[in-house]
């Protein structure tokens, strides 16, 4: 490891050097005004930690920020490639671009996340959307200081999606966007290739980061007064692999916990292969971990969990929930589920709708297969048509509800501990409970970023009405 850490902190001093760079430059450019940068993420927390990052670092090099992206000097997506759909909300948007940079010319737009750094996206940016000054992939974000001074002063489009995974850089500046919430990633990349996935292909193999900077950053967010800490990763079950000292996801978990302050520790997300009995029991025994599990099923069928590579099946999947509850009685359980994979019938179809019978989740996230190219899955045939896999999809969707329904009606007349988010513009509070349930109730914006008890009045399906109670 030492021998990666000496260029680390030398491109560390390298971007340093280029932020102050950028700085004059903005400078010269925009002063006595600040030059203002908006940031636009799409996709899972992940982006958004890394967005947390870009704007650290923008703030570092000059830049304010704007929600309002006609008064924008710089404008940044940091784009998401899971589905299809995800794409072309993108590829939407940064056409709509060309109309604002026809009146700014001055304007700089920048996209970079997964999606940049597939080639072909990359090949069409270059050919078809010119007003777009810098295209970044995953594995340069901390370079930004120098890719912002090169768009800024060289005169040229700049393109810069190196496809080797990227070293993990630490000590790059974080604005995060919470002051009681923040996002603590812990690993990066995925080694799993998942048949329908792209996030190996675009996030590179997987590297933890180091323990001990990973505790440090939670006894900071701690000591600073956050709240909740959610830690991240593509499957943080095997976070530790390839480290040269005695860690694993459980270890980590009760050191996290062992941190003073009152703070709850989520994660996600959790791969049922490397999910162990060991990390249950660690979040059984750990009083900061929210008993929230988000384990992705994907599927409920062996065949197709097998053509997913998902390596476990179905038996594995529903012991470990079991264990789970057994441990932890009050959990609330969430996955996500694909319906449609290639070559899937309605009879293992049907397996996933009994597997969510079962287990009886809180709530799921549910997803229409999306070809993906460059996956194996994408080169399967896939006879089902569009039409067959909505009305599965939408039978899967209806018996969610029902369970959902049933189980925030049992959940009437108790008390959970919430954490207050925000406030309506009718004093209504919304919150989280630690299953991860948002509950609305009559309170003061003074609880935002507190933790304060809340008996359940009204549940709905998706949400529950409450009252606070001292
Ligand atoms: N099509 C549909 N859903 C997908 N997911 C990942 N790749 C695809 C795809 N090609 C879903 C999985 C994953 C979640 C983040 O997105 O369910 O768990
Ligand atoms: Fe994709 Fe599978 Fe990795 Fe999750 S574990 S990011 S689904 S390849």
Redo the contacts with the bound molecule.
Sequence with gaps: MAKDIQPAQAEQARQEEYSALVRTVLISHFDPREPLAFVHTYGCQGNVADSERIKGMLGEMGYGFTDNIGDADLVLYNTCA?REHAEDRVFGNVGALKNLKKAKPSLKIALCGCMMQQQHVAQRIQKSYPFVDLVFGTHVIHRLPELMYRTLCGGSRVFEIPSEDGKIVENVPVRRDSDFKAWLPIMYG?????S?????YV?GRERSRDPEIIIKEAEELAAQGYKEITLLG??VNSYGKGLDCDINFAKLLRRLNDIDGDFQIRFM?S?PKDCTFELLDAMAECGKAAKHLHL?V?SGNDRVLKEM??HYDREKYLELIHYAREKMPDLSITS?IIVGFPGETYEEFCDTLSLVEEVEYTSLFTFIYSPREGTKAAKMPDPVTREEKGAWFKELCQLQESIAGRRTAAMKGKVYRVLCESISDKGMLSGRTEGNVIIEFPGSPDNIGKFVNVKVTEPRTWMLFGEEVK
Excluded: A, G
């Design positions: 899971i995925c080694n799993n290739f998942c329908y996935c792209i996030v190996p996030r593509q499957n997300t791969h992705p994907q590579n998902r996500d």
